[in-house]
Each structure stands twice: as structure tokens, then as C-alpha cells.
């Protein structure tokens, strides 16, 4: 079975036991590793089993796919950033894809100010720093390393988020074929049943992958994005992606139609 997520602790930890044949009764895994604003374009031809994704590329993938409740980001006080050096004047911002969930956040906040330049993110905070953008739209654990480049925080975009509508911040969804969805969703939450229980098992995994990450920041990086809404969205989380959406539909041309929308919690 075919199953892509993020080098991202979150990730990593979550999904170590599964991919490492420790949930009972699971097939074997080929695993691709890829950021998530890989996965947004590339599943489009659904070419995995199970698919990290970011929320604001549901649209583009429902047709393949079915959203799972749990495995996915979503949480309160991890929205992306967006920083600069100090008393930047903003007119180049570099965003990490253009169906990021980060990237529609920014959209919604206030996209008409920016010339937009699509970038990988890990070379994000490097060129802001070293003066090829103004700013930059941060993700993942450049929340916990931004200053170390001497950037400073504009505006937080979950903040923002959380302020408008009272919910979660729906930033990575885990989307799998609907033939092994309800299996799927049982295995995912098996692996992180393990993860929490047993902590130092994923450790070696995780750390081989977070991108020479220390082991501070990977332990903030966890505690922040797996949470309950790991575990299970809840109306709650369905609600928080159903606004994100419906708000979204607004402002781009999304190919999500407003019954889709309105059914989004039938999806799980």
C-alpha cells in the first residue's frame, strides 16, 4: 500500500508504528516522504493509498479521495507566520505553495497588498533574510526558528483565524481512498495510540528525518501539532474546515460546490 506524508516530526511520529509494520493486521507500506505542498499537486492523479494533503487542496481532491478524522493538523496557536527583518517595508512576499493552507490563510487576510512568489519553504527564511523578499509565509517549525535569521513576526495567521471565527486552524488533512478508508482511519489511530504510549520508539525515526532539527524544537513541533484533533476532528474540526472552505470558495476560483461544502462532516 501506498502512503506519502511530510519529513515533519508531527508526521513522523504519528506514523512510525504504521509504516514500520507495529499496528496488527496492517499491509506492508511504500513510503514516499514529500512536503505537503508537494502532495497538494501531486495527488491529483491519485497515485497513493493514503495521502497527507493540505486542507485548502480538498477541493481539487475529493473526487479521488475521502478526508479521515484523525492523523491529520489542526490545533490552536499553530498558524502560519509571516515575518520579515525589522522595519521591512512589505511589497515581495515568498509563500510555500499556492494551495497551502497557509497560503489561502494569507489570501483571506489580505492578498491584494503583495506581489506573491511561490517557494519551497525550507528556502523561506534564508532568502528573507538575505534580502530576495521582503517577507516570507512561514510553516511547520520556522515558528519555533525564524529569530535565529533575525526576522521578526508581522502577523500570526492562526491568531487571526481564531479571532475571526472562535475555531482550530485546519492546516494538514490526511485523505485516503475510499475503498480503505474506515481501515485506514483504524490503523492511523493504532500508530498514534502507540506514538503517545510509548514516546521514545518513534524518537530515532523522527529525528532522521526532521531536516537537522534539534531535539527542542522536535519536541515542541510534536506537542504542537499532535493533539486531540490528531486523534479525532470532531464536529468541531469539521466545522473549522467547512468555514476555511466555504470563506475560500469566495475568494478563488475553488472547484468545491457549496453542497460539497455543506456536506463536508459526510465525508469522514
Not at 123 to 136: C, H, K, Q, T
Not at 201 to 208: N, P
Not at 225 to 230: E, L, P
Request: aromatic residues 10%.
Amino acid at each position: 500500500m501506498k502512503i506519502a506524508f511530510s519529513p515533519c516530526p508531527n508526521d513522523t511520529f504519528i506514523f512510525h508504528a504504521l509504516v514500520h509494520g507495529l499496528v496488527p493486521d496492517t499491509p506492508p507500506f511504500e513510503v514516499t516522504f514529500a512536503d505537503i505542498d508537494v502532495t497538494n499537486t501531486a495527488a491529483l492523479d491519485g497515485r497513493w493509498d493514503i495521502v497527507k494533503v493540505s486542507y485548502a487542496a480538498l477541493p481539487w481532491l475529493l473526487d479521488k479521495y475521502r478526508l479521515l478524522p484523525c492523523g491529520g493538523a489542526l490545533g490552536r496557536g499553530c498558524g502560519p507566520l509571516l515575518v520579515s527583518k525589522p522595519g521591512q517595508k512589505i511589497r515581495t512576499v515568498a509563500v510555500p505553495g499556492d494551495r497551502t493552507t497557509a497560503y489561502l490563510l494569507f489570501r483571506l487576510w489580505g492578498l491584494e497588498r503583495y506581489k506573491i512568489e511561490v517557494i519551497a519553504f525550507n528556502d523561506i527564511m534564508p532568502g528573507v533574510a538575505a534580502g530576495r523578499w521582503d517577507a516570507g509565509l512561514v510553516i511547520h517549525e520556522a515558528r519555533f526558528t525564524y529569530q535565529r535569521y533575525e526576522l521578526t513576526q508581522v502577523v500570526d495567521l492562526g491568531q487571526w483565524w481564531e479571532a475571526e471565527t472562535g475555531l482550530p486552524i485546519p492546516l494538514g488533512a490526511i485523505l485516503a481512498r475510499p475503498e480503505v478508508a474506515e481501515a485506514a482511519t483504524g490503523w492511523i489511530r493504532s500508530s498514534l495510540r502507540m506514538a503517545w504510549d510509548n514516546p521514545d520508539l518513534s524518537r530515532e525515526f523522527v529525528r532522521a528525518h526532521a531536516q537537522e532539527m534539534d531535539d527542542d524544537v522536535i519536541d515542541g513541533h510534536i506537542r504542537l501539532y499532535v493533539n486531540d484533533f490528531s486523534m479525532d476532528l470532531g464536529e468541531e474540526g469539521i466545522s473549522a474546515a467547512r468555514v476555511l472552505l466555504t470563506r475560500a470558495a469566495k475568494v478563488s476560483d475553488l472547484e468545491l460546490a457549496g453542497d460539497d461544502v455543506k456536506r463536508l462532516g459526510d465525508l469522514v
